[in-house]
C-alpha cells in the first residue's frame, strides 16, 4: 500500500469503530436483496398484487442495469461482486464498477422500493417479521439515497471529483450533511406513506411532479432550454424532485444538458409547499373519498389518520409508560454444599403489547413509527431548508464555491494517484475511479458518475 493522501480514508476489509470495510458494504447490499424479497412475499401472502409486482419490477429493473453495466466496467468482465470487492481492497478505493453497481441501487431500486413498501405494509396486518423488514427497508433506503445525493452532489458540481475527496478535504461537513440528508429522506418516505395511507398515492404523487416541474423552471431560469431534459430526470430518479436538482450545498451544478447551475430556492420553495399541502389534506375529513371509483371512494383524512396513526401512536406511548413503569427484575440465591447460583425473573407486570382496532401488535407499532418518524423528522427538514435558504448562497442561488472546488479535484486527482500506483504494485490494469472523460449519454444511465450529459 502506497503513501495515503492526507485524509482520505481508503478501503479496508473490515471496521470496527464504526462497523465498517468493504465486505460489510458488501454484505448488507446482498441482504438488502434478501430483505426485497421479503417485502414482496409479505405482499404477496396478503394477496397485494399490485404492490408485489410494482416492488419486482423496480428490483429487477435495478438488477438489470447493474449486471450488464458492471461486467462492462469491471476489469474482470463480468458481474462478480465479491471479486470486485477485492479488486477495491487492493487498490485502496473504489473501482468504477462498484461505484455503478451501488448508484444502481441508489437511484432506482432505493426510492422505489422506500416510497412503496412503507405506504403499502402501513395498511396490512403485520406479522413482527414482516413490521420489522418494512421498517430495515425504510432506513436503508433512506441512508442509499442520502449516499447517492452526496454522491451527486459533488460528482455534478466538480469536473474529476468523488465524495472520497470531499470527505478527505472536509470531513466534519461531508458527514453533517449526510446526516442531514439521510434524516431528509427517512423523512420523505415515512411522510409519504402516511399521506398516501391517510389519502390517497393519487394526490401524495403529484408532489413529486411539482418537485420534477421545479427543477425545469429552475433550469429554464439559468438560461438553459433543457429544461425538459432537466424535469425528465427528476420523474426518473425521484430523489432528485423529493430534495431539489439545484438545491446543493456545497458546490453549484455544472451545466449539463439534464441539469443546469440555476438557483435552488424554487425547488427547496416546492419542498416546502410540498410538506404544508400533505399535512393540511391530511386533517380534511373525505368520508366519500375523492369519487365513486375503486379506491379513490374509501374514505380519507382525518379520521383515517386517526385510526390508522394518531391511536397507534397513543396505545403505544401507553404501552411503553406501563413497561417502563413496572418492570422488575428478581434474583434469588440459591446456595448448596459446592456451589452458589442465582435464579433470575423479569417481569412487566400486567403490561400488554399494544394493539388498536383491527391493528396487530406489530401493525400498531410499525405505524406508530411512520408517524413518529414523519411528526419529529419533516419539521426539522423543513427548519433546515429554510435556514439554507436564508444563509447559504450555494443552495439558495447557485452562487460559486470555487476554492472547495479547486480542493475536491487536487485531492481527487492525488486518490486516483493513490489508487494507480497500488494497482501497478498489484500488477493491476490501472482504471481510475473518476476521469473527467468518463461521462454519461442519457439520464437513465445511471453511473458513478452521477448522471453527467455530454
Known amino acids: 500500500m502506497m503513501a495515503i493522501p492526507d485524509g482520505y480514508v481508503p478501503v479496508v476489509a473490515f471496521g470496527f469503530c464504526p462497523p465498517s470495510g468493504i465486505f460489510l458494504q458488501l454484505g448488507l447490499y446482498l441482504f438488502d436483496i434478501v430483505n426485497d424479497l421479503v417485502q414482496i412475499s409479505t405482499f404477496l401472502l396478503h394477496r397485494d398484487w399490485w404492490f408485489a409486482g410494482v416492488l419486482s419490477f423496480f428490483i429487477l429493473l435495478s438488477l438489470a442495469l447493474t449486471i450488464p453495466k458492471m461486467s462492462e466496467d469491471s476489469d474482470l468482465q463480468r458481474f462478480d461482486p465479491l471479486g470486485e470487492a477485492r479488486l477495491c481492497l487492493a487498490r485502496g478505493v473504489p473501482t468504477v464498477a462498484w461505484e455503478r453497481m451501488l448508484a444502481c441501487e441508489r437511484n432506482i431500486e432505493a426510492p422505489s422500493t422506500g416510497l412503496i413498501g412503507p405506504y403499502g405494509a402501513s395498511l396490512l396486518q403485520l406479522t413482527p417479521l414482516q413490521a420489522a423488514s418494512c421498517l430495515y427497508g425504510l432506513c436503508t433506503s433512506a441512508k442509499a439515497m442520502a449516499e447517492g445525493r452526496l454522491h451527486v452532489e459533488v460528482v455534478n458540481g466538480t469536473d474529476t471529483g468523488g465524495p472520497q475527496a470531499l470527505k478527505a478535504v472536509r470531513p466534519v461537513k461531508a458527514t453533517a450533511l449526510f446526516a442531514w440528508y439521510f434524516a431528509a429522506f427517512t423523512a420523505e418516505l415515512a411522510a409519504f406513506a402516511v399521506a398516501s395511507a391517510t389519502l390517497h398515492p393519487i394526490i401524495t404523487l403529484p408532489g413529486y411532479l411539482l418537485g420534477a416541474v421545479a427543477n425545469g423552471v429552475a433550469t429554464w431560469w439559468s438560461g438553459s432550454m433543457d429544461f425538459l431534459d432537466t424535469v425528465a430526470l427528476s420523474c426518473v430518479m425521484v430523489a432528485f424532485a423529493m430534495a431539489g436538482d439545484q438545491a446543493k450545498s456545497f458546490l ?110 406489530a401493525s400498531t407499532i410499525f405505524n406508530t413509527c411512520l408517524l413518529l418518524f414523519a411528526v419529529v423528522l419533516v419539521p426539522l427538514h423543513m427548519c433546515i431548508v429554510v435556514g439554507m435558504l436564508l444563509f447559504n448562497p450555494i443552495y439558495a442561488c447557485g452562487a460559486d464555491n470555487l476554492n472547495l472546488k479547486e480542493e475536491v479535484e487536487a485531492k481527487q486527482r492525488e486518490i486516483d494517484a493513490f489508487a494507480a500506483r497500488n494497482e501497478q504494485a498489484a500488477g493491476q490494469p490501472v482504471k481510475l475511479g473518476f476521469l473527467a472523460d468518463q461521462v454519461t449519454t442519457t439520464p437513465c444511465d445511471v453511473s458513478p458518475q452521477g448522471c453527467r450529459t455530454t
Not at 438557483?263 to 410540498?274: E, K, N, T
Not at 369519487?291 to 374509501?298: E, N, Q, T
Not at 390508522?308 to 404501552?319: G, H, I, R, Y
Not at 448448596?336 to 412487566?348: P, R
Open 252 to 361: 453549484k451544478n455544472k451545466a449539463t444538458k439534464t441539469e443546469a447551475s440555476g438557483p435552488g430556492f424554487i425547488p427547496a420553495i416546492v419542498l416546502l409547499i410540498r410538506f404544508i399541502s400533505w399535512a393540511a389534506l391530511c386533517f380534511l375529513d373525505l368520508p366519500q373519498g375523492l369519487v365513486p371509483l375503486g379506491s379513490l371512494g374509501r374514505p380519507m383524512g382525518f379520521p383515517v389518520l386517526r385510526e390508522k396513526f394518531l391511536e397507534p401512536a397513543t396505545v403505544c406511548w401507553e404501552a411503553l409508560a406501563c413497561f417502563t413503569s413496572r418492570f422488575w427484575i428478581f434474583v434469588e440465591p440459591e446456595a448448596n454444599a459446592t456451589s452458589t447460583s442465582w435464579t433470575e425473573e423479569v417481569g412487566f407486570g400486567d403490561c400488554t403489547w399494544p394493539t388498536t382496532g383491527e391493528l396487530s401488535s
